[in-house]
């Protein structure tokens, strides 16, 4: 893969992609493990980037990603029984109605946090492509939907885990967390942030 040096200019329209949190930071992999990323909070921004070039990605890229994070967005997100609950978990109108149960495709009556842009990352170094994992509001930050990854922003460039491209479980179709259940957890991205934190350890670096 050729490296590219993007001017001074190009870089200083990109804040660093940092992690947010301690308990998120411990879960930084070795450097063999990371990937080239990018994180956007729309389509249109990305289109931008891209147009400027010397990037992993193209105008293509943007679109097909973009589209592949609203679908992944919509099977995997978590689902909550209020939205009052869901904006305990990711604030302040960051919430609303479920569109798979509006559509007849199951979940029930249900609420979800918004889609608030994206983030894409490069494996075309290792044989891969490029693969894409939609963003949500959290307290904190950002995350994407699995909760085993937060962000200060949801605009930026950086390096990141691979793990962080791993596709959440599906909860289309499942009941929605009731607040018992979001206790339990100890809140959202609680019980994945702990189960990512073991395998992420086992890794060597």
Same mark, same amino acid.
């Given at each position: 893969?050729?490296?590219?040096?993007?001017?001074?200019?190009?870089?200083?329209? =990109?804040?660093?992609?940092?992690?947010?949190?301690?308990?998120?930071?411990?879960?930084?992999?070795?450097?063999?493990?990371?990937?080239?990323?990018?994180?956007?909070?729309?389509?249109?921004?990305?289109?931008?980037?891209?147009?400027?070039?010397?990037?992993? #990605?193209?105008?293509?890229?943007?679109?097909?990603? #973009?589209?592949?994070?609203?679908?992944? =967005?919509?099977? *995997?997100?978590?689902?909550?029984?209020?939205?009052?609950?869901?904006?305990?978990? =990711?604030?302040?109108?960051?919430?609303?109605?479920?569109?798979?149960?509006?559509?007849?495709?199951?979940?029930?009556?249900?609420?979800?946090?918004?889609? %608030? +842009?994206?983030?894409?990352?490069?494996?075309?170094?290792?044989?891969?492509?490029? #693969?894409?994992?939609?963003? %949500?509001?959290?307290?904190?930050?950002?995350?994407?939907?699995? +909760?085993?990854? *937060?962000?200060?922003?949801?605009?930026?460039?950086?390096?990141?885990?691979?793990?962080?491209?791993?596709?959440?479980?599906? *909860?289309?179709?499942?009941?929605?967390?009731?607040?018992?259940? %979001?206790?339990?957890?100890?809140? #959202?991205?609680?019980?994945?942030?702990?189960?990512?934190?073991? +395998?992420?350890?086992?890794?060597? +670096?």
């Amino acid at each position: 893969m050729t490296t590219r040096k993007p001017s001074t200019l190009k870089r200083s329209r =990109h804040v660093a992609l940092v992690l947010a949190g301690a308990a998120v930071l411990s879960l930084s992999a070795c450097e063999d493990d990371q990937v080239e990323a990018q994180a956007f909070p729309d389509l249109d921004s990305c289109l931008a980037a891209a147009k400027e070039g010397g990037l992993f #990605f193209t105008e293509e890229d943007c679109q097909t990603q #973009f589209a592949a994070a609203q679908q992944e =967005h919509l099977e *995997t997100a978590p689902r909550y029984e209020s939205q009052e609950l869901c904006e305990q978990e =990711h604030g302040p109108g960051a919430c609303g109605t479920d569109p798979a149960a509006q559509q007849n495709q199951g979940g029930g009556f249900s609420f979800m946090p918004l889609l %608030v +842009g994206y983030m894409m990352g490069s494996m075309l170094s290792r044989g891969g492509g490029i #693969f894409s994992q939609p963003m %949500v509001r959290t307290p904190n930050g950002y995350s994407t939907p699995s +909760g085993n990854q *937060t962000f200060a922003s949801n605009r930026g460039a950086g390096r990141v885990p691979s793990s962080t491209f791993t596709r959440a479980p599906s *909860t289309i179709g499942k009941p929605p967390m009731s607040a018992t259940q %979001v206790a339990q957890r100890g809140g #959202f991205g609680a019980s994945s942030t702990a189960r990512t934190g073991a +395998g992420t350890r086992s890794v060597g +670096g």
